[in-house]
T-cell receptor, first 113, second 114 residues
C-alpha cells in the first residue's frame, strides 16, 4: 500500500464547476500538507500549505485537512480553463531535518470552456 | 524573495554520454536542496537531497550522482547515460532545516536519451 493515494483521473469538468481533488494517507506522523499545481512541461507550483485540521482558503481555492480520517482535499470554485493542470498533494512529518515530502501521483484536471 | 533556476530546459543526449544539470537558488542561505525525476504520467521520485555543502543523501541506487559545491548550487551528474535516464528532472529547495517550510521547484529539465 502506498503511503499517499491520489486518483490520477483525468477529471474533466465544465467551466464554472466546483472541483474536488482528494488524497488519502496511511501514516499518522504526517503533519504538514501541501497542494501543488503543475502545468505541462513546468515545475510544480505551491498552491496551498496547511498544518492543522480544518479549512484554509485562498481566493478560489480551499484546502481541507481531516487528520482523524487521514484525508485531505482541495476545492476549486468557479473553475476556469486556466486551472487545467495536474494537481499533486504532498505531505511531510513534523520538524523533519531533511524536509522530505511524500507525493501523491497527481490528478489531471481539464476544465472545458 | 527566493528564486530557483534550472538549466538547460531541454537536453537531448546520446547513450553513453556524460550529463551535468545545474540548479541554483537565490535569496536564502543554507537551503535544503533536492533532485527529483518525474516519468511521464507518474509521480515525483526523490533522487538526492542535501542539507548542507558537501552533504548528499541518495534515495535510490542508480546511474546518477549529485554534488553541492556551494551553498546554493546543486548539480546532478552522470558519467554514462542510459536510455532509462530519460525523464523530467526537477530541482527544489526548502528554506532551512527544521523550518517546516514547503519545497519550491524549478521549471525542470526535460532529458531525452537517444
Amino acid at each position: 500500500q502506498k503511503e499517499v493515494e491520489q486518483d490520477p483521473g483525468p477529471l474533466s469538468v465544465p467551466e464554472g464547476a466546483i472541483v474536488s481533488l482528494n488524497c488519502t494517507y496511511s501514516n499518522s506522523a504526517f503533519q504538514y500538507f501541501m497542494w501543488y499545481r503543475q502545468y505541462s512541461r513546468k515545475g510544480p507550483e505551491l498552491l496551498m500549505y496547511t498544518y492543522s485540521s480544518g479549512n484554509k482558503e485562498d481566493g478560489r481555492f480551499t484546502a481541507q485537512v481531516d487528520k482523524s480520517s487521514k484525508y485531505i482535499s482541495l476545492f476549486i470554485r468557479d473553475s476556469q480553463p486556466s486551472d487545467s493542470a495536474t494537481y499533486l498533494c504532498a505531505m511531510t512529518r513534523i520538524s523533519s531535518n531533511t524536509g522530505k515530502l511524500i507525493f501523491g501521483q497527481g490528478t489531471t484536471l481539464q476544465v472545458k470552456p | 524573495s527566493q528564486t530557483i533556476h534550472q538549466w538547460p530546459a531541454t537536453l537531448v543526449q546520446p547513450v553513453g554520454s556524460p550529463l551535468s544539470l545545474e540548479c541554483t537558488v537565490e535569496g536564502t542561505s543554507n537551503p535544503n536542496l533536492y533532485w527529483y525525476r518525474q516519468a511521464a504520467g507518474r509521480g515525483l521520485q526523490l533522487l538526492f537531497y542535501s542539507v548542507g555543502i558537501g552533504q548528499i543523501s541518495s534515495e535510490v541506487p542508480q546511474n546518477l550522482s549529485a554534488s553541492r559545491p556551494q551553498d546554493r548550487q546543486f548539480i546532478l551528474s552522470s558519467k554514462k547515460l542510459l536510455l532509462s535516464d530519460s525523464g523530467f528532472y526537477l530541482c527544489a529547495f526548502r528554506k532551512g532545516s527544521y523550518s517546516n517550510q514547503p519545497q519550491h521547484f524549478g521549471d525542470g529539465t526535460r532529458l531525452s536519451i537517444l
